[in-house]
């Protein structure tokens, strides 16, 4: 007989009755939970708490709770953990998915089994421990938890159901016990941050796509058990370099190792049967020991030994990147010049500096995308300067304006100094203007600030 009951319970507690310092965790209200009461067990349907950690009771009007029914949580957005009593040995389809904001899950001991996408998509959840008492995981369980980072799975589980971990994109490391027989298919799809997998000596079967897009896993180990791998069940693990067996060889297809990194190959014992070289499904396959390579440590920064200078033409300076860390793996560097006419930069970091004007080089490490920039201010010195004429008169109370010519025409400072041998004779101005004071001569000359460059110009007054 089924029954949804509502009630009002009044708990008294005896503060004497325990003593200080007890860790005591009291269920929920019961009023909080819709249930039904089937065979003298109860089992929760609902939920109508205010939500937050919400621990189950083991015990309704005087009955054990022994299940969580199908979508009892389903969707509360309220629901941020999960504590369940040890009296309870079933969790049934979507019990919890879609409970966005679920961090925690406190299983018990006594769960058995769990229903399928019991938990999907409760994109909160950060560990699980499945216990030792669960022997069976369905469909989908934990799909799409994307920030589950550590699971242990139980001894006692044979089997992972079709997507039970699919899309759990922080899962990186995972160890499936001796117990486990058969991991379905997309068991583990799409975990794109799964680098290592330790498949149990148990396991027989992997199925369609178990492993696929798992685009972090280097290598993977089969154990002597492994008699069946499905079609593409470790295809787009773009960095697999290799699959090591250490039993037969198992029953496999072309494309289970397809879209796997560049040199993927097969290891296998060269005692155990069923493997052919130099292709196994199409595959390289080698007896030799696999070597696990050394991981690539990328750049956080680079840095350079100048960031910008002051240079003349037709020099040249060699650039030298540092790296942060200092054992970052890939240290080459494209280097770039963004004005050849001003500056060149060589394969190595030798700037030539060709004409005046201002280059940025860029130095970038394309492994890590990390760059460095460098600018360089090239500067054409002054070589001569000249007067367009060196003897010239000018009448009393008169100003002329004196032309010089720098020599080269694109020098980059142009600026001179102007001085007068006599101003009681001949004064002249910051800009190259004379004045005619009175009768007689005197020597103007012009300075270069740039390489102290001279030249001296005879004025006569009339």
Not at 205 to 226: Q, R, T, W, Y
Not at 371 to 378: N, R
């Amino acid at each position: 007989m089924k029954r949804i009951f509502s009630m009002i319970l009044t708990v008294v507690i005896i503060i004497s009755a325990f003593p200080l310092g007890s860790n005591i965790v009291f269920a929920d209200d019961p009023n909080d939970f819709m249930y039904e009461i089937n065979n003298s067990t109860v089992n929760i349907s609902g939920y109508i708490g205010s939500g937050g950690v919400v621990t189950v009771p083991d015990i309704i009007e005087t009955f054990p709770v022994v299940s969580i029914g199908s979508q009892a949580f389903t969707d509360n957005l309220d629901l941020t953990g999960i504590v369940l009593p040890n009296s309870v040995t079933s969790i049934s389809d979507d019990s919890f998915s879609g409970c966005l904001n679920l961090e925690s899950a406190d299983l018990g001991t006594g769960i058995t089994s769990i229903g399928d996408n019991a938990f999907a998509s409760c994109e909160a959840l950060k560990d699980i421990v499945i216990p030792e008492s669960v022997t069976n995981l369905g469909i989908g369980v934990f799909n799409g938890c994307s920030v589950l980072s550590k699971v242990t799975i139980g001894g006692k589980v044979t089997g992972l159901g079709e997507s039970v971990f699919s899309n759990c994109s922080a899962l990186t490391n995972v160890v499936i016990p001796d117990s486990v027989i058969n991991i379905d298919s997309m068991a583990f799809g799409a975990c794109t941050g799964l680098k290592s997998v330790k498949i149990g000596e148990g396991v027989k079967s992997i199925g369609e796509s178990a492993f696929n897009s798992c685009i972090l896993l280097i290598s993977v180990e089969f154990p002597a058990s492994i008699t069946n791998i499905g079609l593409t069940a470790f295809s787009g693990c773009e960095k697999l370099l290799g699959a090591i067996f250490k039993g037969n060889a198992p029953s496999g297809t072309k494309d289970m190792f397809s879209e796997c990194a560049k040199g993927f190959m097969i290891y296998y014992d060269s005692l155990k049967t069923g493997f052919t070289s130099p292709l196994w499904y199409g595959f390289k396959t080698t007896s030799n020991t696999f070597v696990l390579p050394t991981p690539s440590i990328l750049a956080t920064s680079i840095t350079l030994n100048k960031t910008t200078s002051l240079i003349l033409v037709k020099k040249t300076f060699q650039l030298i990147a540092t790296f942060i860390p200092a054992n970052t793996t890939d240290k080459n560097i494209v280097w770039v010049s963004d004005n050849l006419k001003v500056a060149t930069v060589s394969t190595s970091g030798l700037v030539t500096t060709i004409g005046p004007g201002k280059s940025t080089i860029t130095a970038t490490n394309l492994s890590s995308g990390k760059k460095a920039l460098f600018v360089a201010t090239v500067l054409q010195p002054v070589l001569s300067v000249k007067f367009s004429k060196t003897i010239l008169s000018v009448m009393k109370g008169k100003t002329l304006k004196l032309k010089t010519i720098i020599n080269p025409v694109n020098a980059s400072n142009k600026k001179v100094i102007w001085k007068t041998s006599n101003s009681k004779i001949v004064s002249v101005s910051s800009t190259g203007m004379i004045k005619g004071i009175k009768k007689g001569f005197a020597y103007i000359s012009a300075i270069t600030v740039d390489g102290k460059k001279s030249a001296r110009c005879k004025v006569t007054v009339k």
